[in-house]
């Protein structure tokens, strides 16, 4: 009898440990689930376009910029990972001549310059015209698959 009983608590025990260590989705899988995020459910305005980055990416934070030094209406920087960044620059009421010498630039050459003194940065303007997002290419991360997506180009 006691050794069924000491069968039986070990049967319970091994199954009990089984169903801590079953099957979890990898962590890439889980992460591209997160970054899968319906577009549509986001507003197509400048505060819309910058929660559509922050939740496709993890550890941001947002830092503000002064829109008028490029002739945007807004500007902001969304740091990710706490080293690489994008700027967002939003154009859609801007119709001055400085927006529109850089939105021409970046049509030019896919090259973005905040001030004569800066880096030169990679940009792309959405598809609506209205917004453009620049990072600096160097810093190894992937913009265009995490960031600047097709998605993302054809919607705002």
């Known amino acids: 009898m006691k050794k069924i009983i000491v069968l039986a608590a070990a049967l319970l025990m091994v199954l009990s440990l089984a169903g801590c260590f079953g099957t979890t989705p990898s962590n890439s899988s889980t992460a591209d689930q997160a970054n899968a995020a319906d577009v549509s459910t986001y507003s197509k305005d400048f505060e819309g376009l910058q929660k559509y980055i922050t939740d496709r990416n993890n550890n941001t934070t947002k830092q503000e910029l002064y829109a008028d030094i490029v002739g945007a209406d807004n500007a902001a920087r969304i740091v990710l990972n706490g080293n690489s960044f994008v700027e967002i620059y939003d154009y859609s009421k801007a119709n001055n001549d400085t927006a529109k010498a850089i939105l021409e ?9 905040p001030m004569e003194d800066s880096t030169e940065m990679t940009a792309v303007i959405t598809k609506s015209g209205k917004y453009v997002l620049a990072w600096d290419a160097t810093r190894g991360f992937d913009y265009e698959k995490k960031v600047a997506t097709e998605e993302l180009k054809e919607n705002w």
């Open 105 to 113: 630039d970046i049509k030019d050459d896919g090259k973005f310059r």
